[in-house]
């Protein structure tokens, strides 16, 4: 059974950072496109970032380019994402999602990233609230 489960979520001020789990279970991340998204209240699911497991190249939206940092490690079947320079729009709801489709070919992977619909499997999300 493929299962996608978050976790680090919390709440931090201004400025702070936190990492972001995505464990996975049930597949191993081998060949699978493992993507970050967040949804706040009222707005549209948001992709933020992926990272290829087949070769480890990585893709951001410009919104959090050069703060998040997306990061794997195989042998711990995990996806992590560093979110450094938190502000209070970054507060939502984070999913991971996956999929094993896409093939390697970086162009249709940058295509892909930050669409929900690309994905087959997805985590039930962990909470990141900042705030003062």
């Known amino acids: 059974q493929v299962q996608l489960v978050e976790s680090g979520g919390g709440l931090v001020q201004p400025g702070g950072s936190l990492r972001l789990s995505c464990q996975a279970s049930?597949?191993?991340?081998?060949?699978?496109?493992i993507g970050w998204f967040r949804q706040a209240p009222g707005k549209e699911r948001e992709g933020l970032s992926c990272?290829?497991?087949?070769?480890?190249?990585?893709y951001y939206a410009d919104s959090v380019k050069g703060r998040f940092t997306i990061s794997r490690d195989n042998a711990e079947n995990t996806v992590y994402l560093q979110m450094n320079s938190l502000k209070p729009e970054d507060t939502a709801v984070y999913y991971c999602?996956?999929?094993?489709?896409?093939?390697?070919?970086?162009?249709?992977?940058?295509?892909?990233?930050?669409?929900?619909?690309?994905?087959?499997?997805w985590g039930q999300g962990t909470q990141v609230t900042v705030s003062a």
């Open positions: 999602a996956a999929d094993y489709r896409w093939g390697p070919n970086p162009n249709v992977i940058a295509a892909m990233f930050a669409v929900p619909g690309a994905y087959s499997y």
């Open positions: 990272i290829s497991t087949r070769d480890g190249s990585t």
């Open positions: 049930g597949f191993h991340l081998d060949y699978y496109a």
